[in-house]
């Protein structure tokens, strides 16, 4: 069975200063990996996606992710935090079929950023 | 843009009363699930729906749960007698036509059982 994990629960950067958040998975087979991001009060917004193809992948706000197959990670990036950057962030693997896409969620990283 | 709208936001309801929480998705969408997220875990899938029949259910998704597209336009997630351990929150999304689409997620339904 697929698992997702995300090693840090908490993670408080400065604004301005780059940020990692880091994801795990385990699937037997190639991936279908996600990012989402959660503010309060509302439903998770997709970030980003790996399909297949170029390993590293840009998303909405500026944020990026290098899917590494050897690491079985799937890092999301951003060069440089902003406020509005401050949620919790959800990343997931997915299994395909023909009849949908069952997401397995980690446990999510919470973003503070201090001024 | 279009998003997935779900009612109530808020559900408190007694130990074994039956509860149904109900989700537009996004209307041109072919796919449609409901999660769950019991508060301080993860985001756990319970139920795909393709095609007007369950494609795919986790262990949570037992004869308690049912779900339903009543009229083409709303999905509804049926809890037939809730326990206390069914609190939690309650995404339901949808995606478009393919299965790889995005999915889309709904705010969430906080259901409190007491």
């Known amino acids: 069975a697929q698992s997702v994990t995300q090693p840090d629960i908490h993670i408080t950067v400065s604004e301005g200063a780059s940020l990692e958040l880091r994801c795990n998975y385990s699937?037997?087979?190639?991936?279908?990996l996600f990012w989402y991001v959660q503010s309060p009060g509302q439903g998770l917004q997709l970030l980003l996606k790996?399909?297949?193809?170029?390993?590293l992948v840009q998303g909405i706000k500026g944020f990026e992710a290098e899917f590494k197959r050897s690491q079985s990670s799937f890092n999301l990036r951003k060069p440089s935090v902003h406020w509005s950057d401050a949620a919790e962030y959800f990343c997931?693997?997915?299994?395909?079929?023909?009849?949908?896409?069952?997401?397995?969620f980690g446990g999510g990283t919470r973003l503070m950023v201090k001024p | 843009e279009p998003e997935v709208t779900q009612t109530p936001s808020h559900q408190v309801t007694q130990m074994g009363q039956e509860v149904i929480l109900r989700c537009v998705p996004i209307s041109n969408h072919l796919y449609f699930y409901w999660y769950r997220q019991i508060l301080g875990q993860k985001v756990e899938f319970l139920v795909s729906?393709?095609?007007?029949?369950?494609?795919?259910k986790s262990e949570i998704f037992d004869d308690q749960f049912s779900v339903e597209r009543p009229d083409g336009s709303n999905f509804t997630l049926k809890i037939r007698s809730t326990k206390l351990e069914d609190s939690a929150m309650y995404f339901c999304a949808s995606s478009g036509m393919s299965s790889l689409s995005e999915q889309y997620f709904g705010p969430g339904t906080r259901l409190t059982v007491t």
């Open positions: 699937y037997g087979a190639t991936p279908y």
């Open positions: 729906f393709y095609n007007n029949e369950i494609s795919e």
């Open positions: 790996y399909f297949s193809g170029d390993t």
């Open positions: 997931a693997v997915g299994t395909t079929n023909n009849a949908g896409n069952m997401l397995t």
